[in-house]
């Protein structure tokens, strides 16, 4: 298994511009995870999916951030318009139920998206 | 509501020396706490959780509910050990709340 798949590793865009992020989780997982990295905030829960449903998005700064799920194996992590403090590296994650396995509590993340907005 | 707090961003300790990287959480029910670590170039994945009282590359974290802390320690620190430590909380709920890592840096 290649593990979490994250695209573009990297995106440059000028203010204003649509960024879509892509996440293809590990078969088989039930919940997937999207994180901000900043270095002044660290890392931060922006919203996740159990099942291709959000259950909690409070994580989510603004309107203009928008994620989906339309099936188990693809996720969108949207914002439209992008601006300059949105530049941060965007991480995806995933896990299995938590009563699955030894393992069971812990999350696989994806190699991430530097994201920079100009 | 849940907060989890590293005081350092960055610490610096020389090869063989002892390192402990703090880690204080807070959180009104029955904590589970992990550390996370991302070794440079690579994904951010786990490091030990506390329920398994285990030690992984020498690094160990007791849980210690009066002082609301579970600090990551290792006796002997390794340049290979320099990477970014994140402290994360498992709530009730199916998230993981992070601090804020620690960047350590192992001197030669």
């Known amino acids: 298994d290649a593990g979490v798949i994250q695209s573009p590793r990297h995106e440059v865009t000028e203010m204003g511009q649509e960024v879509t992020l892509r996440c293809k989780p590990i078969?088989?997982?039930?919940?997937l995870f999207w994180y901000r990295q900043t270095m002044m905030r660290g890392l931060e829960l922006l919203i996740y999916f159990n099942n291709n449903v959000p259950i909690d998005d409070s994580g989510m700064p603004e309107d203009r951030f928008s994620a989906k799920m339309p099936n188990a194996s693809f996720s969108t992590l949207k914002i439209q318009p992008s601006e300059p403090r949105d530049s941060a590296v965007y991480f995806c994650a995933s896990r299995t139920r938590r009563d699955r396995g030894p393992r069971k509590d812990e999350q696989y993340f994806g190699p991430g998206t530097r994201l920079t907005v100009t | 509501a849940q907060r989890v707090t590293q005081p350092e961003k960055l610490l610096s300790v020389f090869k063989g020396a002892p390192v402990e990287l703090k880690c204080n959480y807070s959180y009104s029910g029955s904590p589970e706490l992990f550390w996370y670590v991302q070794y440079s170039r690579q994904r951010l994945q786990l490091l030990l959780r506390h329920i398994s009282r285990e030690s992984i590359k020498g690094f160990t974290a007791d849980l210690n509910k009066g002082e609301t802390s579970f600090h990551l320690k290792k006796p002997f620190a390794q340049e290979e050990d320099s990477a970014m430590y994140y402290c994360?909380?498992?709530?009730?709920?199916?998230?993981?709340?992070f601090g804020t890592g620690t960047r350590l840096t192992v001197i030669p």
């Open positions: 994360a909380l498992a709530t009730g709920a199916n998230n993981l709340f």
């Open positions: 078969s088989g997982h039930d919940y």
